[in-house]
């Protein structure tokens, strides 16, 4: 086999066309891999930056207050979710969702819904990573230098030649298209290897994406196997093998999640932000028993000291009502994360007709950006802000003395990855 | 003794169609046989069932004496199959194409010995780091027989070798067919070319409609009958045969 192999890696050297389509995919490999690393740089460093700056607002904000409503008030919180080792290949749901809020102790989902991502075209077109160049081009240049092995060769009047000099089929088309599938592998996984040691990606994680990128160029070599096997022109198996490539990278994975979008129905985030600001505007003019009973009836530990009065302003009640603007979003919040996790879920299953939707989310579930990973954050975020409330709830309600000392005690807030 | 080539009843079906009708010939030991017919006739046909590209439909072929349908890799190896119009590959030169199909046969060769063949065959020293692409039809046929040549298989099949040679090219090719034979390899060539078969063939089989109608063999030292095997070619009656 080493013989066959050894003839068919010269015999490809020599291929200038699939030469051409070989360096193509190591050039956009390169660049798939030094676009995701800058945007992991950047992410970063967004992320440092504002972790320094948060620090020094805060302790501004902190300064000189004289009560726990208006430190809560003024104070603002970062929380991020940091691209992991592994994003630089994948971005993922990075560029549709969230990956960090400044959160304030004030009603939370409005907060979380009213964060636009940082470039909503990349959410709709989608951007040139690794994990796309894998999934949906790899199989495209897979296609360009197998399609026509036989068929260019049945063409060329050579075919029964070279069968009848290698004595055996075997022994030709097998070393010929592996030489082939191998180089691309290779190819398209040197950029992702020097990139994974450049931003110190676990070795069990790099060898587990590469075995990803085998795997889809495997099956879509027997896609090309078979369909070449056709006796027909090239020029027919070409527009076969791209017809069959766009049902299964494109028609798939478009019908599936129209109908999955269909059948789990995912309020929009302006509604979960509008319906908050309502309740929590009407609140200012709504008897303060239509606030407090809410909020006594989600934190009995506070009925004694839930008694506001109806003249003026008392902190007490404007978080109270904060909160109930929570608890009046909640149905609303809980449907969006559980219909994203649903759809998330059947998309799952769906991906098992398209190679190329399983390629794209099994690298985004290595890169820690898929759906759940994003869903998880904001429940870090929501985890987080709870954790807010019970320090100051029991400091603001009870009217405890303002300790300036005691903010330092605040929850910091710890990314899960 | 056993025939390097034999068609036993050889019979083939394809698509509804009766390509080959019950053939039966031998080819012996440094035996030059050509098979000639017209366009249809089940010449090439009968060249691919050797090479176990097809499958009969009924009786058997043997190379060696084994049947080709128990072992196709065998018979293979023990043939050296020259198609109509070889095409090699045209990016590459002349010595890579060798290296190339020598190594797909399992054999190599120095540039030494190539050089030997590529002489025998007369390419021109300056062709041969040429790229195929700028070679005329018959220097790139004179590439392939040199590849034959350096297989040195006992078996030479050539299917329509001297299709758009030249007249000179053609009387080379002869010549060299015949040293072959005479070195011991059998050689069956399929053909419509009657004045070629006649010139370089021990014996001429003639096919039509897929049967064996008709076979000529060169008296002791002569050449076998132009004008005989040209009259049963176009069908004239009362031409003599010899038992196929």
């Known amino acids: 086999m080493l013989r066959h192999l050894s003839r068919e890696t010269r015999f490809l050297a020599k291929d200038r066309g ?17 676009f995701g690393i800058a945007e992991v740089r950047e992410q970063r460093e967004t992320i440092a930056t504002l972790i320094e700056e948060d620090a020094a607002d805060r302790s501004n904000a902190l300064e000189g207050q004289e009560d726990w409503g208006s430190a809560a008030y003024y104070a603002f919180h970062l929380t991020y979710a940091p691209p992991s080792d592994f994003a630089f290949a994948a971005m993922g749901q990075r560029d549709s969702s969230s990956w960090k809020h400044r959160v304030r102790m004030l009603a939370l989902e409005g907060q979380i819904h009213e964060a636009d991502t940082r470039n909503a075209d990349f959410g709709l077109v ?18 360009l230098l197998l399609y026509d092995l036989r068929a260019s060769e049945r063409t060329m009047r050579r075919h029964d030649l070279l069968v009848a000099t290698a004595g055996s089929s075997r022994s030709l088309w097998l ?33 587990q994406a590469s075995g990803i990128v085998i795997g889809s160029l495997l099956i879509w070599w027997l896609i090309v196997e078979l369909v070449s096997r056709i006796d027909a022109s090239p020029s027919i198996l070409l527009t076969s093998l791209i017809g069959l490539w766009l049902a299964i990278a494109i028609l798939v994975p478009a019908v599936s999640k129209a109908v999955i979008e269909a059948a789990n129905p995912v309020p929009d985030g302006g509604e979960i932000l509008l319906l908050q600001r309502e309740t929590v505007n009407d609140a200012w003019d709504l008897p303060k028993e239509a606030t407090m009973d809410p909020f006594v009836e989600r934190h009995p530990e506070y009925a004694d000291h839930s008694e506001i009065g109806e003249e003026g302003f008392e902190w007490k009640w404007y978080y109270a009502f904060q909160q109930v603007g929570d608890q009046v979003v909640e149905p609303l919040a809980t449907q969006y994360r559980e219909a994203r996790l649903a759809r998330d879920k059947q998309a799952g299953v769906a991906a098992w007709a398209s190679p190329t939707s399983l390629v794209e989310r099994a690298f985004e579930k290595l890169a820690g950006t898929d759906a759940r990973s994003m869903i998880a954050y904001e429940d870090r975020v929501r985890d987080y802000h709870r954790e807010l409330r019970a320090f100051y ?13 005691l903010l330092s005690g605040l929850p910091a807030f710890t990314p899960t990855s | 003794m056993t025939s390097p080539l034999e068609a036993r009843s050889l019979s083939l079906v394809r698509e509804g169609n009766t390509v080959l009708d019950g053939v039966s010939f031998t080819v012996a030991k440094g035996e030059i046989f050509a098979l000639l017919g017209g366009n249809g006739a089940g010449k090439s046909s009968t060249l691919l069932t050797f090479l176990g590209f097809l499958d009969p439909s009924g009786g058997e072929v043997l190379v060696n004496g084994k049947s080709v349908g128990s072992d196709v890799a065998g018979a293979r190896n023990s043939i050296a199959y ?11 030169t002349a010595y890579e194409n060798l290296d190339y199909f020598l190594d797909l046969a399992g054999k190599s060769a120095s540039k030494d010995q190539i050089n030997v ?38 078996i030479l099949l050539l299917d329509e070798p001297t299709s758009g040679l030249d007249p000179v090219a053609i009387d080379e090719f002869h010549d060299l067919v015949k040293a072959l034979a005479e070195g011991g390899q059998t050689v069956l060539m399929v053909t419509h070319d009657v004045y070629g078969a006649c010139q370089v063939a021990d014996r001429v089989g003639l096919l039509r409609h897929g049967k064996l109608v008709g ?5 002791k030292g002569q050449r076998i009958d132009t004008e005989t095997v040209h009259a049963a070619f176009a069908g004239r009656p009362h031409f003599q045969t010899d038992a196929a």
């Open chain 1, 18 to 34: 699939a030469v051409f389509w070989l360096l193509l995919a190591f050039v956009l490999s390169v660049v798939a891999v030094s």
């Open chain 1, 126 to 143: 989608g951007r040139f990573d690794f994990a796309f160049l894998a999934a949906s081009v790899a199989p495209l240049l897979l296609i």
């Open chain 1, 175 to 207: 070393p010929r298209a592996l030489v082939r599938v191998t180089a691309l592998a290779l190819l398209l996984l040197m950029p992702l290897w020097v990139g994974s040691t450049i931003e110190g990606t676990a070795a069990s994680l790099t060898l």
């Open chain 1, 393 to 405: 709830y029991p400091l603001m309600f009870p009217e405890e003395p303002f300790d300036e000392e």
């Open chain 2, 82 to 92: 020259l198609p109509e119009a070889a095409s090699l590959y045209g990016h590459l």
């Open chain 2, 117 to 154: 063949a590529l002489d025998r065959v007369a390419l021109p020293q300056e062709a041969r780091t040429r790229r195929l692409q700028s070679y005329s039809k018959g220097m790139r046929q004179k590439t392939a027989i040199a590849l034959a040549l350096l297989r040195e298989t006992p």
């Open chain 2, 215 to 219: 076979s000529f063999a060169a008296e």
